[in-house]
């Protein structure tokens, strides 16, 4: 392991997703790449190794933090973590995604009673946490009761930011108001797909991608009680330069006790994009 230690605002801000789309490297490859990076100067930077249920069995006993996407919803929690535990694999993080989008509060109170359940039964540690993405196509009021009975058994919820379809990215007053959501109930988030950037931009699939460091600004300025019109404004924003001048006076560290990671595909690509901005320093 590296023991060079970045800067808080970037520690462990990059959850390591390169087996998905549209990466979707070979597990082998992402494996070996992700544990020859756990050795270079920007170590810090990279969280843990993002893999499903079903890749448990080809990571034994692998020295590897796992972040593990359940598939089979709520009823393979306890598979999952038996599985893990049997096969000496680090389970470090669960992610779910909730299968019912007309009750999802009853799908969240299912995942919340099964996790209950694992953790009675000694099989899922306490320290893991569980990560719960609420269907973007419910209601508002749906999401919102859902996200209720996830801040309320003290989990944490994820944002998808993006994917392979136009419908897969939300505009930024989803957003802005995803992460007020969050914020009104202490409940940390991380996001999925589309935020390999920095900045806000056009990317070459021709969609609009959110970028991470507008998300972080967002964060803080909503937690410090900035209108939803400006934090609309900070996720819309398209300029590197006012974003780091921004960045400059902002607790982004601060910012990362609710805001705690986002999946990528790439490393590379945030890391270039931290050092081209000058948020980083090339410590090799």
């Known amino acids: 392991m590296s023991t060079t230690a970045l ?31 756990r050795h270079d ?20 006993a692998t020295p590897l933090a796992l972040s593990v996407v359940v598939t089979g919803g709520a009823g393979q929690i306890a598979g999952t973590a038996t599985l893990g535990r049997k096969l000496h694999v680090a389970i470090e993080g669960l992610e779910l995604a909730l299968r019912d989008p007309d009750d999802p509060a009853g799908a969240a109170r299912r995942v919340v009673a099964a996790v209950d359940a694992a ?7 306490d320290h893991v946490p569980v990560f719960v993405e609420i269907p973007a196509s419910c209601s508002e009021r749906g999401f919102l009761a859902a996200a209720d009975e996830v801040a309320a058994a003290e989990h944490r919820l994820k944002f998808r930011t993006g994917g392979l379809a136009p419908e897969a990215f939300p505009d930024a007053p989803t ?20 935020l390999h950037r920095a900045v806000r931009h056009t990317g070459d699939d021709g969609f609009e ?16 009680g900035g209108s939803r019109d400006d934090v609309v404004a900070t996720l819309e924003q398209r300029e590197p330069a006012a974003l780091v001048e921004a960045a400059a006076e902002a607790d982004l560290a601060g910012a990362r006790r609710w805001f705690t990671s986002f999946g990528s595909c790439s490393i590379s690509e945030p890391l270039d994009d931290l050092l081209a901005l000058g948020l980083l320093e090339d410590l090799s």
Do not use: M
């Open 7 to 37: 800067p808080a605002p970037w520690s462990a801000l990059v959850d390591d997703a390169a087996i998905f789309p549209p990466g979707d490297a070979p597990l082998a490859d992402a494996a070996a790449a992700h544990q020859e990076r």
């Open 41 to 60: 100067w920007y170590a810090d930077l990279v969280g843990t190794f993002v893999v499903r249920d079903t890749d448990i069995p080809a990571l034994k």
């Open 119 to 125: 953790r009675s039964e000694g099989i899922l540690d």
């Open 175 to 194: 957003v802005a108001a995803w992460i007020d959501a969050a914020l009104d109930r202490e409940t940390p988030f991380k996001c999925t797909a589309g």
């Open 209 to 224: 991608h959110h970028g991470f460091l507008n998300v972080l600004l967002a964060t803080r300025l909503a937690f410090d």
